[in-house]
């Protein structure tokens, strides 16, 4: 089963009966890793790594202290976040039976260790930041994908396109296929709209 999946070309052609080069492990579709999906998603949200970079740097803290040192997140979803670390193990919460209770929460040692791949990510967010905003602007710019309309730029989307009635002398382009274009050569890569 396993050989007759890493053929490729089964048939006719000069690839025929050729096997492709093997997954590496944790590429390969596994029970295992269907789960790392789980903690990908634990991690990537919106504020559990926030949450685990301020426990981190602070230390121990609680409840009122992280929250205030998590700008933007509500109550709840603090809440929500923390219920969701603790339960993976990745940050303890502890509670100390005194009136009015006191609850602290800290990095376990499991959560430590992704406080270096969080590093690496901010060591290559700085690097790359000046090639982002670049992107960025290439993105933005006002006269991207709408094409050209009588040899000239558009900058804006035409009547005619909102009235599905599009003339043959409007050309639209691929903001990709125009951007990609731009860099082979200067000429505008338009396709006619039919």
């Known amino acids: 089963m396993a050989a007759r999946k890493a053929r490729v070309g089964a048939g006719a052609g000069a690839g025929a009966g050729a096997v492709a080069p093997a997954r590496p492990p944790e590429l ?30 602070e230390g121990t803290l609680r409840f009122g202290e992280l929250l205030r040192r998590v700008p933007g997140i509500s109550q709840r979803m603090l809440t929500v976040t923390l219920r969701g670390l603790e339960r993976d193990g990745l940050v303890q919460r ?22 270096e791949i969080m590093r690496s990510l901010v060591v290559w967010s700085s690097a790359h930041l000046v090639e982002v905003d670049a992107a960025r602007a290439r993105y933005d710019q006002p006269d991207r994908g709408w094409g050209v309309r009588d040899g000239k730029p558009q900058t804006q989307r035409p009547a005619a396109i909102e009235s599905g009635s599009v003339s043959g002398s409007y050309q639209q382009a691929s903001p990709n296929a125009r951007s990609f274009q731009a860099r082979v050569d200067s000429r505008p890569l338009v396709v006619p709209v039919k």
């Open 28 to 57: 390969q579709h596994t029970k295992a890793n269907c789960r790392a999906q789980e903690m990908l998603t634990r991690v990537g949200d919106k504020w559990s790594v926030h949450v685990i970079h301020v426990l981190s740097a």
């Open 94 to 115: 502890t509670m100390y039976p005194e009136v009015p209770p006191r609850v602290e929460y800290a990095v376990t040692p499991l959560g430590a260790t992704l406080r």
